[in-house]
């Protein structure tokens, strides 16, 4: 494997940029009254997938790949903003053969394509373990995109599909289309990477106000505990004030009170959820 | 050490930004007739830094992300632009404790606030080692970028300094202003990241044209061969026209013939230099 081998089978020009993977930096020319918004994920052998899922029977290099650009991709949506481009670094440990490596790029320009997100550049390097960190940049509406922060008491709190099932699903599809149909209609935005109760518990923070839920709508197969607090649902969490007609299904609705309080039927419900860090001392 | 507790030292807000740390993702509103240029390096413990150099007397966490940024920041400076917004991933393992992450994001951030460069975002992870992923966006007049693919035969090729020192020098300095004052002038433009000879050879090759070099300025202390093939020296190489005034020290010219050929007084020259997968198979 080298560099100028991997670099040589990838895109080179896409129409969101004036210049792509090659030079120094990618060159993007910013449309007229477009905020721009930018996410990064790291996805990291031994964190984020089990070595072992390098080979088979554990996830193919197009699934991983699919699965690392849909998590930034995921932020994306929750901003209700549109794809542009992508940055992808790769730390290749000696497992990663060429086949592997074209395999991993193949997954990934696959869901770029089907985005309309260009690859834009990145950095190779060697390494013990496979990293990769994704940039995702999107662009929105000038003023539209949609915070964390600016929910509000009295909102209705909304999910965008029923949540606990990302065990029985194959890939990760992030909300786009959902998260775009929201400018204009939802007062804040938040994708559930780590669990409903501890993303809503960041809604929560950062709009200063407290969450009451009623009814948790469960996928098939899942229990309340899992559609409560296990990440990788990737469906979006919203607010709209309460005459607003919002797509989703109805989870409960933003009060004042304790920030970051939030209660299912009446209860103290604790924002547990997946921490990359809870294992750390 | 946890996420939020990092998080919670970090800088909210930067005069660059609609929004920065906290969100899914940074905002960034883009100014009138600019292009945006983006970049991404990995910094990874025992590949870009030697493993021991997290203890004493190894480099400190802010020689290392002083280090890390200034990377990225140097390839902005071969765009001709103006650092606008970083987004840092880390990656840590176990021996990083919140005293070295703290210093780490103070030797980044005292680096990014004298080059007037936002922390607008990242990504926390745990890992076996340390790994950074340093990206950085920078603005530049819309179609006046420095790009190393239009270089022309007949053009005079300058570099910003004496080669070769980078032993010598305790960090890194980014050739920002130098960059900047090269818009309108310079024809193309590269940043010596892997060695003079290798880094030519790319600029060559995208141009499509050769070079003759004479004269290579040597830093004090340095062997010819270091100045030629060593990497990190962080200065920039650039073509200009041979009337055209720029600062800088001539060291050849371009021409056409076999494209990417590089001779040094008449003899021909290897292209090569630091190179991360030169030890891999």
């Known amino acids: 494997v080298n560099e100028a081998s991997i670099l040589a089978k990838l895109p080179r020009k896409h129409r969101n940029l004036v210049l792509g993977i090659g030079d120094d930096a990618a060159i993007y020319r910013p449309k007229a009254n477009e905020d721009l918004v930018f996410t990064t994920d790291l996805f990291i052998e031994g964190v984020h997938f089990k070595s072992e899922w390098n080979r088979p029977p554990g996830l193919s290099p197009r699934s991983l790949s699919h699965r690392a650009l849909a998590r930034s991709l995921s932020?994306?949506?929750?901003m209700?903003?549109?794809?542009?481009?992508?940055?992808?670094?790769?730390?290749?440990?000696?497992w990663a053969t060429e086949q592997w490596i074209e395999e991993f790029y193949s997954g990934l320009l696959n869901l770029a394509?089907?985005?309309?997100?260009?690859?834009?550049?990145?950095?190779?390097?060697?390494?013990?373990?496979?990293?990769?960190d994704v940039m995702l940049a999107g662009s929105v509406a000038r003023g539209k995109a949609l915070r964390r922060d600016t929910a509000r008491a009295g909102d209705s709190i909304y999910v965008s599909?029923?949540?606990?099932?990302?065990r029985h699903r194959e890939s990760i599809t992030p909300r786009l289309a959902e998260g775009r149909k929201l400018?204009?209609?939802a007062t804040a935005c938040i994708d559930i990477s780590d669990g409903l109760a501890v993303d809503l518990h960041r809604l929560c923070l950062a709009s200063k106000?407290?969450?009451?839920?009623?009814?948790?709508p469960i996928q098939e197969g899942a229990t309340l505990k899992q559609a409560l607090h296990d990440g990788e649902d990737y469906e979006l969490l919203y607010t709209?004030?309460?005459?607003?007609?919002?797509?989703?299904?109805?989870?409960?609705?933003?009060?004042?009170?304790?920030?970051?309080?939030?209660?299912?039927?009446?209860q103290p419900l604790e924002p547990l959820g997946y921490d990359h860090f809870r294992t750390r001392t």
């Open 240 to 266: 709209a004030p309460p005459r607003t007609r919002v797509a989703g299904l109805r989870i409960g609705v933003m009060q004042k009170g304790t920030p970051s309080a939030i209660t299912l039927h009446g």
């Open 80 to 94: 209700g903003a549109r794809p542009q481009f992508c940055l992808v670094s790769l730390a290749l440990p000696k």
């Open 161 to 166: 599909g029923p949540l606990g099932g990302w």
């Open 209 to 216: 106000a407290s969450a009451a839920l009623d009814d948790i």
């Open 183 to 185: 400018l204009g209609k």
């Open 113 to 132: 394509d089907q985005t309309n997100t260009a690859l834009a550049g990145g950095d190779l390097s060697n390494a013990k373990y496979f990293t990769a």
């Open 75 to 78: 932020d994306i949506a929750a």
